[in-house]
T-cell receptor, first 117, second 115 residues
Framework: DTGVSQDPRHKITKRGQNVTFRCDPI?????LYWYRQTLGQGPEFLTY??????LEKSRLLSDRFSAERPKGSFSTLEIQRTEQGDSAMYLC?????WGTGNYNEQFFGPGTRLTVL | AQTVTQSQPEMSVQEAETVTLSCTYD???????LFWYKQPPSRQMILVIR??????QNATENRFSVNFQKAAKSFSLKISDSQLGDAAMYFC????????????FGKGTKLTVNP
């Protein structure tokens, strides 16, 4: 396993278009996270899945955003009717769920850089 | 709610010298972790070092060490014998156990290493 992968690495789109990003986590990881990183800022949490269940969504995730993780494997993040403010790096991370007394590192993918014109 | 503050947008260091990056945090939780992540240009985020809040001993990983001051809610990173490959954005982050266990990041410090 080569780690977390994301596709595409770069996406340029026009305002109003829909875009979809894909994340493939490390195969045995049951948790998958999406973060957004804008220029000059640290990553901000958007949502996470444990297996196929989406358990938490940030208030940053407007109703134009939807994420899925069918079968608990890869995940997709879709943005509908993109706006210029959506321009950012979208990062995916995966981990095992913590057990009592155990720590499990979140491993990050390379990100998808979205530019909305 | 957790917050993480990095007050140094940019730092520079000469190769082979030592540099310290600062971070303060705030949390109401008693069980939490603190991290420093490195994000090289156009490359993915990697974990540099981790500190469990319940541990009094400061974490070290080779040339990287932290100064964890729990009462002051301060968590600084010291890089010794800086190398050109250390040049990157460094993010301080916190995480509480239970629930989503999401990471909360600071804004980052851009470290430049001068030859």
């Amino acid at each position: 396993d080569t780690g977390v992968s994301q596709d595409p690495r770069h996406k340029i789109t026009k305002r109003g278009q829909n875009v979809t990003f894909r994340c493939d986590p490390i195969s045995e990881h049951n948790r998958l996270y999406w973060y957004r990183q804008t220029l000059g800022q640290g990553p901000e949490f958007l949502t996470y899945f444990q297996n196929e269940a989406q358990l938490e969504k940030s208030r940053l995730l407007s109703d134009r955003f939807s994420a899925e993780r069918p079968k608990g494997s890869f995940s997709t993040l879709e943005i509908q009717r993109t706006e210029q403010g959506d321009s950012a790096m979208y990062l995916c991370a995966s981990s095992l769920a913590w057990g009592t007394g155990n720590y499990n590192e979140q491993f990050f993918g390379p990100g998808t850089r979205l530019t909305v014109l | 709610a957790q917050t993480v503050t990095q007050s140094q947008p940019e730092m520079s260091v000469q190769e082979a010298e030592t540099v310290t990056l600062s971070c303060t945090y705030d949390t109401s939780e008693s069980d939490y972790y603190l991290f420093w992540y490195k994000q090289p240009p156009s490359r993915q985020m990697i974990l540099v070092i981790r500190q469990e809040a319940y541990k009094q001993q400061n974490a070290t990983e080779n040339r990287f060490s932290v100064n964890f001051q729990k009462a002051a809610k301060s968590f600084s990173l010291k890089i010794s014998d800086s190398q050109l490959g250390d040049a990157a954005m460094y993010f301080c982050a916190s995480q509480t156990q239970g629930g989503s266990e999401k990471l909360v990041f600071g804004k980052g410090t851009k470290l430049t290493v001068n030859p």
